[in-house]
C-alpha cells in the first residue's frame, strides 16, 4: 500500500540563466534563426547609432540654440515671467502628487527632481539657476500637500484651473512699454512654448466642444443630431493641414473687416475644432458603454434629462474613456507641430530657422533627432502617467 | 383621478417636452442660419474688397509650372485642372503603396510584439514604444533631411545587391521596360484572371456542397501566377525587358528612379502607419479566446489549420475597425508630403492657389477630394466588415 505522503511531488521546474535562454530564446529551429538575427539587428542599430551620438553629432547646434527652441524670440529681459509661471506649476505638481498620488515614489520624485537632472545639460547660468528653483518648489509644494491634504484638495483644483489664464497672462504680460511686465506680441512667442501653450488651449476648450458634439450625435432631435453627425464626420473626413490653412487664409474672410485675429489664436481656433471632431466619437464611445439601467434609475429617481447626464452618466462615461482621452490629447501634442507648415515658430519652425543659420548648415540630423527627443520625452512620459491614473482609479477593474 | 387628467390636459406649452423640443430646434436652426449667413456675407464682402467672384473657371488657365513627379504627360503649359489631376494621381500612389507596405510590415510587427522569443518580442515592443511616441511631421522631416538627401552623391553611390542605387538624386531599382510582346503578354494576364475568378467560385461552391475548407486564396493566386509563367516563357520575346538603373556623368539613367522626396514620404509613412497597424493586429489576435484554439487542436486541426481557420477570421473582425482608421490616417497624412517638397494633391493645389489667390476655391476643392477618399475607403471596409462580421441568431 503506497503511502500518501511517500508519492515525490513532481519535479521543481529548475531556473537558471541556461534554461531561461533555452525557453525564451532557442525553443526551436526557428527560434534560434530568429534570435540571431534579433541580435544582428540590435548589434548593428546599437552600434550605429552610438557612433553617430558620441562621435560624428556635432552638439553644439543644440547647446547653441537652446533658447531658440525653448522660448522661440522671447526677450531674455522677460524670460523670469516664464520661469515664475513654471515654478507655479511646479508648486502645484508637488502638491497634487502628495495629495493623490502619495505612493507612487517613483514618479513623484521622478517629476520633482527631472528640472535639477536638467541642469545637466548645457543650458548656461541663469537657467540652471531657475531650474533648481523648480525643483526646490515642487519639493516646498509637496512638503505642504503632505501636511494638509485635506484641506488643500480643492484649493489645488482651483490652482490649476486659474494656471493657464495665469500662464497666459505673465507669458502676455500687462503693461506697455516700461512697465514691470510689458506685453509680449505673440509674435515672439515660439519654441516648446508655442508648442505647450497650442495643445494645452486646444486640449481644453476642446473638451468641452467634443462632449457637447457627443451629446448632439446621441440626441433624439434630429437636426441637432444631423448637424453634428456633419461636423463631426467632415472634420475627420479631412486633414489637419487643410484646416489649419482655412483657418490662416479663410477666417480672416468670414469675420467681419475690422477684425483682426492673431495667427496664434487662428492656429488654436485650428486645433480646437480638429480636436473636438475625435474627442466626440471618443466620448461618443464611452456613453455607448453605460447600461441603460443607469438612465432608467436616474429617471426613476426623479432626475431631468440634463441633471442624468451631468450627474450619473457623464462621469461614469469619461472615466471608462481616460485612456482614449490621453492618447487623443498626445495626438494634439504631436499635432500642434503642423504649425510650422502655415508659418508659426512652434518647436518644428525654430528647428528650421537653426539650420537655416550658415554657422548650422547641413545639421538636420541632430537638430530634428534632439526635437523627436523632446517630443517622444514628453508623449511618453504623459502616456505614462496616464497609466498610473488608470491604476489609481481602477478603469475597468469594478 | 378626475383631477390629474385634467392637469395633464392643460400642461402649458413652456412645460411640454415635445412642443420644447420643437422649439429647441427651431432656435437652434434659426442661430445656425443666422451665423451661417454672417459667415457667408462677410466672406462675400471680403472677396468682392478683393475684387475676386467665386468661380471655378480658372481652373482652365495655364499652370506656367513644372511638377517634379508627374504619372502622365504634363507641361508647364498644361491647364491649373491638369495639374489638380497630377496631384491627385501622386496622392493615390503614395496611399496605395502606403497602405499595402504599412499592412505588410504592420502584421509582422503585431506577430512578432506575441512571439515567445524574448529578443524579438522586445525588439517589437521597443520599435512600437519608440514610434508611437514621436510627432510624424518630424519623423517625416528626418527622413528627408537626416537620411535621404544625406546619401551619397550620384558619383559615389551605394550598390545595394540587386543593382539598388543610393543616392541623394533619389533611389534608382530595376524596371521593366515593355516590349513588343507585351500586348500579347496583357491578353494572356487577362485570361489568367479569368481563369482565377473561375477557380475561385468553382473552390467556394466546393467547400459549401462538402463542408471543407481548401485553400482558396492559394490556389486562385497561384491559377494567375502560372498563367503568366507560362505567358513569359511561350512567347517568342520576353514582355518585360529589365533594365537596371546605370551611372552616367552625374545622372542615373535606366530603371527606375525614386525620386528622394517619394522615397521619404512613404517609407516615412509606413514606418509610422505600421506601428500603430502592429497595435491593432496585437489587440485582434489576443481577442480570440485561448479556449478557440485548445477546441480546435482538440478536434484535431494542425498549427496551420487553426491560425487559418479558427483564429485569423475571429481576430479579423476586431482588426478591421480600427483598421480602416488607420488606412484613413495614412491617406490624410500623406498630405503632410508639402514638408518634404513631395508633389501630392495638397502641395499642387496649394502651388496652384499661390499663383491665383484662389484660395476658397481651391481649399474646397481639397477638402472635398478628401472627404472622396475618405468615404470610398470607408465604405469598402464597412463593406469588407459587413461580410465578416459575427452572424448573430
Redo the contacts between chains.
Keep these: 500500500m503506497t503511502q500518501a505522503n511517500s508519492v515525490l511531488p513532481p519535479l521543481a521546474e529548475r531556473s537558471g540563466v541556461l534554461r531561461w535562454l533555452r525557453k525564451?530564446?532557442f525553443?526551436s529551429w526557428l527560434?534560434a534563426i530568429?534570435?540571431v538575427i534579433?541580435?544582428l539587428?540590435?548589434y548593428w542599430a546599437v552600434k550605429g547609432f552610438l557612433t553617430w551620438v558620441f562621435t560624428v553629432a556635432e552638439w553644439e547646434v543644440v547647446a547653441a540654440n537652446m533658447r531658440l527652441f525653448m522660448v522661440g524670440q522671447y526677450p531674455l529681459e522677460q524670460a523670469w515671467r516664464l520661469w515664475v509661471a513654471l515654478g507655479f506649476l511646479m508648486f502645484l505638481t508637488g502638491n497634487s502628487l502628495a495629495i493623490w498620488a502619495r505612493r507612487s515614489y517613483f514618479a513623484t520624485i521622478l517629476l520633482l527632481a527631472s528640472p535639477a537632472l536638467l541642469t545637466l545639460f548645457p543650458f548656461g547660468d541663469e537657467p540652471r539657476k531657475w531650474l533648481i528653483i523648480l525643483s526646490v518648489t515642487g519639493v516646498i509644494g509637496w512638503g505642504m500637500g503632505a501636511g494638509k491634504p485635506q484641506v488643500l484638495g480643492r484649493i489645488v483644483i482651483l490652482g490649476w484651473i486659474l494656471s493657464l489664464p495665469m500662464f497666459i497672462l505673465l507669458t502676455r504680460g500687462v503693461t506697455p512699454e516700461g512697465g514691470v511686465m510689458p506685453i509680449v506680441g505673440t509674435n515672439l512667442w515660439g519654441g516648446l512654448l508655442l508648442t505647450f501653450l497650442l495643445t494645452v488651449v486646444g486640449i481644453l476648450f476642446s473638451f468641452p466642444l467634443g462632449v457637447m458634439l457627443a451629446l448632439g450625435r446621441r440626441s433624439?432631435?434630429?437636426?441637432?443630431r444631423l448637424?453634428s453627425v456633419a461636423y463631426i464626420e467632415?472634420v475627420?473626413?479631412?486633414?489637419?493641414?487643410?484646416i489649419f490653412?482655412?483657418a490662416q487664409?479663410?477666417l480672416?474672410?468670414?469675420?467681419?473687416?475690422n477684425w483682426t485675429v492673431d495667427r496664434i489664436l487662428r492656429a488654436m481656433v485650428a486645433v480646437t475644432l480638429f480636436s473636438a471632431a475625435y474627442l466626440a466619437e471618443n466620448v461618443r464611445g464611452g456613453l455607448q458603454a453605460i447600461p441603460r439601467g443607469q438612465f432608467e434609475a436616474a429617471h426613476a429617481l426623479g432626475l431631468s434629462g440634463a441633471q442624468t447626464m451631468i450627474f450619473i452618466i457623464l462621469p461614469q462615461a469619461l472615466r471608462l474613456i481616460i485612456p482614449i482621452l490621453v492618447g487623443q490629447f498626445?495626438a494634439v501634442f504631436?499635432?500642434t507641430?503642423?504649425v510650422?507648415?502655415v508659418g508659426l515658430f512652434d518647436l518644428?519652425g525654430i528647428?528650421k530657422t537653426v539650420?537655416a543659420q550658415p554657422d548650422f548648415l547641413g545639421l538636420?540630423?541632430e537638430v530634428?533627432?534632439f526635437?523627436?527627443l523632446i517630443?517622444?520625452v514628453l508623449?511618453?512620459g504623459m502616456?505614462y502617467l496616464s497609466q498610473r491614473l488608470e491604476e489609481k482609479l481602477g478603469v475597468g477593474k469594478r | 383621478m378626475q383631477e390629474s387628467a385634467q392637469q395633464k390636459a392643460t400642461i402649458p406649452f413652456w412645460r411640454d417636452e415635445r412642443i420644447l423640443?420643437i422649439l429647441?430646434?427651431v432656435a437652434?436652426?434659426i442661430g445656425?442660419l443666422f451665423v451661417g449667413s454672417l459667415?457667408y456675407q462677410?466672406?462675400k464682402?471680403?472677396?468682392a474688397?478683393q475684387g475676386i467672384t467665386l468661380t471655378y473657371s480658372f481652373l482652365n488657365g495655364i499652370s506656367g509650372f513644372d511638377i517634379s513627379e508627374t504619372l502622365f504627360t504634363y507641361s508647364r503649359t498644361s491647364s491649373y485642372w491638369q495639374a489638380y489631376q497630377v496631384g491627385l494621381l501622386n496622392t493615390l500612389s503614395v496611399s496605395i503603396v502606403g497602405v499595402v507596405a504599412s499592412t505588410a510590415f504592420g502584421v509582422i510587427l503585431g506577430v512578432a510584439r506575441l512571439?515567445?522569443?524574448?529578443?524579438?518580442n522586445r525588439?517589437a515592443a521597443f520599435y512600437l514604444?519608440?514610434i508611437?511616441?514621436?510627432?510624424?511631421?518630424?519623423?517625416l522631416?528626418?527622413w528627408y533631411?537626416?537620411v535621404f538627401?544625406?546619401l551619397p552623391r550620384v558619383r559615389e553611390a551605394v550598390v545595394w545587391p540587386g543593382n539598388i542605387f543610393l543616392t541623394n538624386r533619389g533611389v534608382g531599382i530595376p524596371w521593366g521596360l515593355p516590349t513588343d510582346s507585351y500586348p500579347t503578354f496583357r491578353l494572356i494576364l487577362i485570361v489568367g484572371l479569368v481563369l482565377a475568378v473561375v477557380v475561385f467560385f468553382v473552390l467556394r461552391s466546393y467547400s459549401r456542397r462538402t463542408g471543407r475548407a481548401p485553400l482558396t486564396t492559394l490556389w486562385t493566386f497561384l491559377t494567375v501566377l502560372s498563367v503568366a509563367l507560362i505567358g513569359w516563357f511561350v512567347l517568342p520575346e520576353k514582355p518585360l525587358a529589365f533594365d537596371a538603373p546605370v551611372i552616367e556623368g552625374l545622372n542615373m539613367t535606366g530603371g527606375k528612379v525614386l525620386s528622394p522626396e517619394f522615397m521619404a514620404l512613404t517609407s516615412g509613412l509606413v514606418l509610422y502607419t505600421s506601428a500603430f497597424i502592429g497595435e491593432v493586429v496585437r489587440s485582434g489576435i489576443l481577442s480570440v479566446s485561448k479556449g478557440q484554439v485548445e477546441a480546435s487542436r482538440a478536434l484535431g486541426l494542425n498549427g496551420f489549420q487553426t491560425l487559418r481557420l479558427i483564429v485569423f477570421p475571429q481576430a479579423l473582425r476586431v482588426i478591421i475597425p480600427p483598421l480602416t482608421s488607420q488606412y484613413?490616417n495614412l491617406i490624410?497624412?500623406s498630405?503632410?508630403a508639402?514638408?518634404v517638397g513631395y508633389p501630392d494633391l495638397?502641395y499642387v493645389s496649394?502651388t496652384i492657389q499661390n499663383q491665383t489667390g484662389r484660395?476658397?476655391e481651391m481649399?474646397s476643392m481639397?477638402?472635398l477630394t478628401?472627404?472622396l477618399f475618405?468615404?470610398i475607403t470607408s465604405v469598402f471596409m464597412n463593406w469588407y466588415n459587413q461580410r465578416i462580421k459575427l452572424v448573430e441568431r
Design positions: 525564451n530564446l525553443g527560434d530568429l534570435t534579433g541580435a539587428i540590435i433624439e432631435l434630429p437636426i441637432i448637424v467632415l475627420r473626413g479631412v486633414p489637419l493641414i487643410t490653412f482655412m487664409l479663410m480672416p474672410l468670414f469675420l467681419p473687416p498626445i504631436k499635432d507641430a503642423l510650422a507648415i518644428v528647428a539650420l538636420q540630423r530634428y533627432v526635437v523627436s517630443y517622444w508623449s511618453y502616456s | 423640443n429647441g430646434q437652434f436652426i445656425l459667415i462677410n466672406m464682402a471680403g472677396l474688397r512571439s515567445t522569443n524574448f529578443l524579438i525588439l514604444e519608440l508611437r511616441n514621436l510627432s510624424l511631421l518630424v519623423f522631416i528626418f533631411l537626416g538627401l544625406k484613413l490624410k497624412n498630405s503632410l508639402i514638408a495638397f496649394n484660395a476658397v481649399i481639397v477638402m478628401y472627404l475618405s468615404l
